[in-house]
């Protein structure tokens, strides 16, 4: 049964194929079987997993199911569960047991999923490898020896090896998108606003959103439609009706027109990369859409931009795991001043600690106009490009990220090279935009994704654009040797 799909798992408990308690039960048992060499879940939540699909064969017996009804999904250890650690991958919080739901937990437990546990994380959401992690990295399924990219490589890995059919991730910079590429699942990124930050415990607020992972575009269109919506506890949350993904997957691409930007097709992308992504939209063509060259030339400050904006929040927000009211505290402070340096010299690792820095040295008196006044007017910039390419085109497409997964320790301690990771990435969040990525082929043993961008609201589009796609080919229905 771990070779299906979430649709296809939610047509079986619906014919009585099987129960949820036996599905729990398989994918527990793959998790027990194949999470130690890669590292994917920090806790698995076994029994109350039991428990919730219990209560789901329950409720299908009344008649009560939904499409999610009985599915297994693990969520990114950044999501509040109530009663379960939440740790975003940190020493900071590895003692913290949340005391509610996030909404987006809370919803898809309204929906009848069930949560096998918490997936590994780069600590507190900020890297591209998954290496970052106070509980170690996170390995490629395509490769052990590869990283998963990053930050929601638990959750991509997960759903690669086949641990679990679907999970949540976040996306603050590509990281949604881009482990999903890196590990040949599918992923999307919302428009900023329509799915609640309540309980998903903030790097930047505001670029942070919380999207699906998941083997295809029609899997991540039923977690969508069950994660999105107006949340009155988020006041950055968006009154919009949701549309019914699953149900508009099937429209069909004649007429559509594919920007493809030219500065996405250049300089640092590899090649063999190249070839592949060519390939993939020389399949639209065929499926009846139209490219169209466009140009986002300020794409090239997205990084700088975001390595200004992203930190600054990122130093406001974790002001507040000082030692004193829950998370790391260390032993036997002199006094309060010592509490709060040593407790979070402690609590934070290397790389948290490098953007707290660079964040609040951007925000200080003589600097901020300087910086971060700049960086936001840059991505006023990189906004009014994508509104001018919207003009000409329905969606954009290019290259999720500009190589294959790359190995373990290969980047992390030059951060220069690891943040190019997230070259084509980034813009989309300055931006606001929706993104998704999909499987479109492989650099050896290496997955390749392509990346989807939609203007906003538009995630019913880019879901439409990748089934489509997944359709006629077979690159989502591949996986990973051994697993």
Not at 77 to 102: K, Q
Not at 139 to 156: C, Q
Not at 370 to 385: E, T
């Amino acid at each position: 049964m771990h070779h299906k799909t979430i649709v296809q798992l939610s047509a079986a408990l619906a014919a009585g194929e099987c129960s949820s308690e036996e599905l729990t039960r398989a994918f527990l048992e793959r998790i027990e079987r194949f999470n130690p060499p890669l590292n994917a879940f920090i806790t698995v939540t076994a029994e109350s997993a039991l428990a919730q699909a219990r209560a789901a064969d329950q409720r299908r017996r009344r008649g009560e199911a939904q499409p999610l009804t009985g599915v297994p999904i693990a969520h990114k250890d950044i999501f509040c569960t109530d009663g379960v650690r939440t740790s975003c991958g940190s020493r900071m919080l590895d003692p913290f047991i949340a005391p509610y739901d996030a909404t987006v937990v809370e919803r898809l437990a309204a929906a009848g999923a069930v949560m096998l546990g918490k997936t590994n994380l780069d600590e507190f959401a900020m890297g591209s490898s998954n290496e970052t992690s106070f509980y170690g990295p996170v390995r490629n399924p395509w490769d052990l020896e590869a990283v998963p990219g990053g930050s929601s490589g638990g959750s991509a890995a997960a759903v690669a090896a086949r641990l679990t059919p679907g999970a949540t991730g976040t996306d603050t910079g590509g990281s949604i998108r881009q482990p999903a590429a890196l590990c040949g699942i599918t992923g999307i990124k919302p428009t900023y606003g329509r799915v609640s930050r309540w309980g998903m415990i903030a790097y930047a607020s505001s670029l942070d959103q919380g999207g699906p992972l998941a083997r295809t575009a029609a899997d991540c269109a039923l977690l969508l439609g069950a994660m999105a919506g107006f949340d009155p506890s988020d006041s950055t949350s968006v009154d919009r009706p949701v549309p019914d993904y699953a149900t508009l997957l099937d429209r069909p691409l004649a007429g559509l027109k594919i920007g493809l930007p030219k500065e996405y097709f250049g300089e640092g992308l590899d090649s063999a990369v190249a070839q592949v992504v060519e390939e993939a939209i020389a399949e639209y063509r065929r499926l009846g859409a139209e490219t169209v060259e466009v140009s986002l030339p300020n794409s090239a400050l997205a990084i700088p931009a975001y390595y200004v904006i992203a930190p600054a929040e990122c130093s406001s927000n974790l002001a507040r795991f000082d030692g004193v009211r829950y998370g790391h505290r260390c032993e036997d402070p002199k006094d309060l001043l010592d509490l709060y340096t040593r407790s979070r010299a402690e609590g934070f690792g290397s790389e948290v600690k490098r953007r707290i820095l660079v964040g609040t040295f951007v925000l200080s008196a003589g600097y901020y106009d300087a910086y971060y006044l700049k960086a936001q007017q840059i991505r006023r910039l990189i906004s009014d490009d994508f509104r001018r390419a919207f003009e000409q085109v329905d969606v954009i497409a290019g290259p999720t990220s500009p190589t294959v997964a790359f190995n373990l320790g290969e980047k992390v301690d030059d951060p220069i090279t690891m943040y190019l990771s997230d070259i084509y990435t980034i813009a989309v969040n300055l931006a606001g935009l929706p993104g998704l990525s999909m499987p479109v082929g492989f650099v050896g043993q290496r997955p390749v994704g392509l990346q989807l961008i939609g203007n906003y609201f538009a995630e019913d589009r880019l879901l439409n654009v990748a089934h489509r796609y997944q359709q006629t080919t077979d690159w989502h229905e591949r996986s990973p040797a051994g697993f």
